[in-house]
């Protein structure tokens, strides 16, 4: 009788430091983090092409002579305001909405679109739309190569990576007049990926030295952060880079590690250990 007592006692204090620390995590890294990316920025790049940073993954507004493009959805009540900034600047003009990938924070907002042409990579399934985002609305265009948008004023480039990266099937969005590249998660600004599922450690460097030499982009618009020049682009490359070295070299991995001390992460599953952990496997 004892023993039960004694195992109840311990399994009730283990409970106990469990939630304790789940409280603490979400009090210090995973509300902050929440809040954080609530928070929406409008950049007007001109007079056709708004940027809205933040709540959820970095979105695109682009008003054509005969259709808006808008790229990636947002979540919650930042897809709410983009879909009406949209739809406002519309003038009754089709939308056109391109999703980079299929997570949530880049695609909470495609219900809101229905009737409207949504595009996204093909390599995903249906099946694998529908389990990641619930009920929000399937694409109707899946690109497995890519598609060219003409019109008046910029040519766009729909492009699917060929490889598995950040998910199966990336998308990523270049105009060309403008010299604009989105880039979906395949780059953050000064935060560190979170990779999980089916994204590649390896496939990510793949992919970066393809669209390095794809498309001459002077502005990158990245899954998360600041827009900002080729820089931006440029430094998330060589962060892959320094941590696919502290995998193979750990006498280097602090030292490595130090040089992006000021990113946003999150410790386990957003951390730069994490995606070194993604490199050994």
């Known amino acids: 009788m004892k023993l039960v007592k004694t195992i109840l006692k311990i399994s009730a204090a283990c409970i106990v430091l469990f939630l304790l620390g ?8 995973i509300k902050p983090f929440k ?10 790049f001109d007079m056709n092409l708004m940027v809205v940073q933040g709540g959820g993954g970095n979105s695109g507004i682009l008003l054509l002579d005969s259709m808006v ?3 990636d959805s947002k979540m919650y009540e930042a897809a709410k305001e983009l879909y009406a900034t949209a739809k406002k600047i519309s003038d009754n003009k089709p939308i056109v909405l391109v999703n980079t990938h299929y997570h949530p924070d880049h695609v909470g907002g495609n219900d809101l679109y229905s009737g409207q042409t949504i595009i996204a990579g093909g390599n995903y399934s249906p099946q694998q739309w529908k389990n990641e985002t619930g009920s929000a609305n399937l694409p109707t265009i899946w690109v497995k190569d890519s598609m060219v948008i003409e019109t008046k004023s910029e040519k766009i480039s729909i492009l699917n990576i060929p490889n598995a990266a950040h998910t199966e099937s990336d998308i990523v969005v270049y105009l060309h007049n403008k010299k604009v590249l989105f880039t979906g ?10 990779i999980m599922g089916a994204g590649n450690a390896p496939g990510y460097l793949t992919a970066l030295d393809y669209l390095r030499h794809r498309y001459p982009f002077s502005t990158v618009v990245p899954g998360h952060g600041n827009m900002g020049s080729r820089k931006v682009f440029d430094t998330f490359s060589q962060y892959m880079l320094d941590m696919k070295e502290a995998a193979e070299h750990p006498e280097k991995k602090d030292e490595l590690i130090s040089k992006y001390s000021d990113w946003t992460h999150l410790p386990f599953f957003m951390s730069h250990n994490a995606t070194i952990r993604k490199f050994k496997l």
């Open 185 to 194: 998660d395949l780059v953050l600004n000064k935060q560190v990926p979170m």
């Open 22 to 29: 789940g409280f603490v995590y979400y009090s210090q890294y």
């Open 35 to 44: 809040e954080q990316m609530s928070k929406t920025m409008l950049v007007n």
């Open 69 to 71: 493009l808008v790229i």
